[in-house]
């Protein structure tokens, strides 16, 4: 595929917001590819499906998603029509009938993984200081501030849903997988990266890349459009 003839489709994932994607946008830009950041709502699975196909049909041409933390499980819901390609960046991907909270606690969690739990609404929001603990501790003070008052909370049904037939059965797959994540383990990434048989790019790299280390995530994102 040819950059300028590609949209690139990004989809945060829970507690952030389109924002985080902000230095990937930056760098896809640079080098001519066009990309767009999904308002995901994290209201349910199926809402957020949702939300990504108006996000594609917004967009020209061949698609690629890329997908960060939970919504790994988003992009491998949705329409497959002009997507070509889907990057996994640190993300959840449940297999048909799984659940994200299967495939999220699958192995131990790491020692400065926050305890979540959902509040009287049946949000979790992350605890403040998980931000600079676990989510993105290789980021500057600001950043880390920055994404801990922007934070979305994730409703408990995201997560307590079934899955249906991902689209990693079908289409090209890439996934980068953060060495360092404190959040969703690297066991639990690499399992899912083999199982999809997914190309795979391993980094130094904490929980959330794509503000601590967007170069990787542009990369990845540039390899997968070049297959």
């Not at 041409?61 to 819901?77: F, Q, R, T």
């Not at 899955?163 to 996934?175: C, E, I, N, S, V």
Request: net charge negative.
């Amino acid at each position: 595929m040819a950059m300028q003839d590609v949209s690139v489709v990004l989809a945060h994932g829970a507690w952030a917001d389109g924002s985080s994607w902000a230095r990937v946008i930056a760098g896809l830009a640079a080098h001519g590819v066009k990309a767009s950041a999904v308002p995901v709502p994290l209201t349910s699975l199926a809402d957020d499906v949702a939300a990504l196909n108006r996000s594609i049909e917004r967009m020209p041409g061949p698609v690629v998603l890329a997908a960060h933390a939970y919504a790994g499980a988003v992009i491998g819901l949705a329409r497959p029509e002009r997507v070509k390609v889907l990057v996994y960046v640190t993300a959840l991907a449940p297999d048909e009938g799984e659940k994200v909270a299967d495939v999220f606690y699958r192995f131990e969690p790491h020692p400065k993984a926050p305890k979540l739990a959902p509040d009287n609404d049946g949000l979790i929001w992350l605890p403040e200081d998980a931000f600079a603990a676990a989510f993105a501790p290789n980021a500057s003070v600001e950043d880390q501030a920055v994404l801990a008052a922007v934070q979305r909370p994730l409703s408990i049904s995201c997560i307590t849903v079934p899955a249906g037939r991902p689209l990693w059965k079908d289409l090209p797959t890439w996934f980068l997988i953060a060495e360092d994540d404190r959040m969703i383990v690297q066991q639990t990434q690499r399992y899912m990266a083999e199982r999809m048989k997914a190309t795979i790019k391993a980094h130094a790299v904490d929980h959330t890349p794509s503000v601590t280390a967007p170069a990787a995530v542009v990369d990845i994102i540039r390899d997968a459009i070049r297959l």
